[in-house]
């Protein structure tokens, strides 16, 4: 089982989780796949991102954005943790790598700094270890990301 250890940084001392994500831009990727485009012209951006299980979606700061040539395709209101509300853009996707597991979201973007919030978490099946300020995977799934549905009920499914 691979863990992730947090890096040193100053906010040590405020019990914060942080951990190395690799953003991609999923468009650019999708590019490749279809010969549009070379692989070295793929835009990453290495970021050291907290982990705030708080948050249910991505936030990217606009430097982040503006980076890795992010479109704006919409607009969500955010709700902050002292009750405000504000209109937010809307990133197309982007690609979140931890731990060598990954998974494409669309973002919120607002903020000075890379949160990763609740949707990646739950795709890439990583949990917060709070002891010892640090992700983990699942011990449930140590190999590989399991995503949890209900099952489907259909006609098919019924037949079978």
């Known amino acids: ?5 947090k890096p040193e940084t100053a906010s040590e001392a405020m019990g914060e989780v942080r951990t190395e994500a690799i953003l ?3 468009i650019d990727e999708g590019m490749v796949r279809r010969g549009q485009m070379r692989p070295e012209q793929v835009r990453t951006y290495r970021a050291d991102a907290l982990i705030d299980t708080g948050a249910v979606k991505t936030v990217l700061p606009v430097h982040v954005v503006q980076r890795l ?3 704006i395709v ?3 209101i955010a709700e902050y943790a002292d009750g405000r509300k504000d209109a937010v853009g809307l990133t197309e996707p982007v690609k979140i790598e931890i731990g060598g597991r990954a998974t494409s979201e669309e ?3 607002l903020g000075d700094e890379v949160i990763i919030g609740q949707t990646v978490l739950e795709t890439i099946d990583m949990l917060v270890d709070c ?3 640090r992700l983990i995977p699942n ?3 140590p190999d590989q990301p399991v995503v949890k549905i209900k099952q489907a009920h ?3 499914a019924k037949e079978t």
């Open 139 to 141: 011990p449930a799934h």
């Open 1 to 5: 089982m691979q863990v992730l250890e």
């Open 74 to 76: 919409g607009e969500r």
């Open 154 to 156: 259909s006609e098919t």
């Open 69 to 71: 040539g992010l479109a």
């Open 131 to 133: 002891a010892n300020r």
């Open 24 to 26: 991609t831009n999923a």
């Open 107 to 109: 973002a919120l973007v």
